[in-house]
């Protein structure tokens, strides 16, 4: 079973974007939902996270306040809301999905989407 992620694109510095992330034959309720993303040359990091009882969120700093993640488990979607964007926010941004309460560990990560690509211009 594969994450699908959309919703990238091309955006200028101070605008927004937001990411999507869903997935065809798995119901995605019971899973911690994550993204992270990937800068040219850097390993992946984490960005945000959403409990299975979508009241439980955590952000990297360097996001706090401009993102938001959200869940909507009627729809099996998993949304990135990312306002007031900056040159170093550019990526690519990946969901992952998770059965362990671990946000930050990649490797408790077991699905994973293609990944979209955020660039922000200045």
């Known amino acids: 079973v594969q994450l699908q992620a959309s919703g990238g694109g091309l955006v200028q510095v101070g605008g927004s974007l937001r990411l999507s992330c869903t997935a065809s034959?798995?119901?995605?309720?019971?899973?911690?939902m994550g993204w992270f993303r990937q800068a040219p040359g850097k390993e992946r990091e984490f960005v945000a996270a959403?409990?299975?009882?979508?009241?439980?969120?955590y952000y990297a700093d360097s996001v706090k306040g401009r993102f938001t993640i959200s869940r909507d488990n009627a729809k099996n979607t998993v949304y990135l809301q990312m306002n007031n964007l900056k040159p170093e926010d550019t990526a690519v941004y990946y969901c992952?999905?998770?059965?362990?309460?671990?946000?930050?560990?990649?490797?408790?990560?077991?699905?994973w989407g293609q990944g979209t690509q955020v660039t922000v211009s200045s």
């Open positions: 992952g999905a998770s059965l362990t309460k671990y946000y930050t560990r990649l490797g408790d990560y077991t699905m």
């Open positions: 034959g798995r119901d995605l309720s019971t899973y911690l």
């Open positions: 959403i409990a299975w009882n979508i009241w439980s969120t």
